[in-house]
């Protein structure tokens, strides 16, 4: 049986590389907006992909939740026929 629950401190990890993407890609999106070159595109490249990644760390985690609900239901129910 898959423990859904052990995979916590590997989400916490990822939201803060994500967060990580962000605050680097704004970075570098005003560094090229002052300088006017491509940084600026790299930025917000790196800013979008840091966004996208914390949604699809969002939604993974929700299916870990009803994983999770599902496995206690089904534990419960069993514990219950025995």
Do not use: P, W, Y
């Amino acid at each position: 049986m898959i423990n859904i629950r052990n995979t916590k401190g590997c989400v916490k990890m990822g939201k803060l590389k994500n967060e990580s993407d962000k605050v680097v890609g704004k970075t570098k999106e005003g560094l090229g907006e002052a300088s006017g070159d491509k940084m600026k595109l790299k930025g917000k490249l790196q800013n979008a992909s840091g966004k996208a990644k914390e949604k699809l760390e969002d939604a993974k985690d929700k299916v870990a939740e009803k994983a999770n609900e599902f496995l206690d239901k089904h534990e419960k129910n069993n514990k219950e026929d025995n």
